[in-house]
């Protein structure tokens, strides 16, 4: 599940993209980041129920640094460093970041349905789980930096067009896929 703070995760949001298909965000342009403490957010939060029986108040959000810049940065330093960058190739890229989501679901693998927040394991786990998704992530990074896709921009117009192709009016409740929809 994302972790969202804000006005986003109050729902105050419509259907209409905030993001303009070019990069251009004027909503998060002006969003400050809240301090988080102890992974909770510290501004006021708004306490809708949530579907799987939270509350807003207690969604989960990250620390605002590193950026996606940032691990770019650190990723081409500790490559460059080793003379690595003879191995990471988009193609070897792409195959470390899928063998390390195979070490992300060797962590889930015969558990059976896992809670949000995943009561029941323990620390040592947690930190494995978060190690793995670091790798993803760093592998992922470095493949978009290498394939020259702007990563940050990038995601802000696919979540543009994931607005439009599922307005929230329209599918709210439904896990249907857009293509299922009659109109
Ligand atoms: N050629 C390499 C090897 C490693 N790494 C970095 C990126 C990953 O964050 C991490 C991956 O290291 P390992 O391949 O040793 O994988 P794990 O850390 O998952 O170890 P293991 O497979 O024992 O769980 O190290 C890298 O950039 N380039």
Sequence with gaps: MMATNGKDACGLKGDEPSVSL???NEAFANKSHSPVVHGAAT???CRSKLQNGGTEAER???SPEPTV???RRMQAEFTDERDWNQFHQPRNLLLAM???????????QWRGEVAEGLPGWTESEREQLAQELSDVMIYLVELAEKCRVDLPQAVLRKMAL???KYPASKVHGS??????YED
């Design 69 to 71: 810049e940032d691990i």
């Design 175 to 180: 896990a249907k896929k857009y293509t299922e």
């Design 162 to 164: 994931n607005r439009l």
């Design 43 to 45: 501004e006021a939060p």
């Design 98 to 108: 899928v063998g390390e989501v195979g070490e992300v679901s060797e962590l889930f």
């Design 22 to 24: 070019n990069g251009g």
């Design 60 to 62: 989960f959000t990250f």
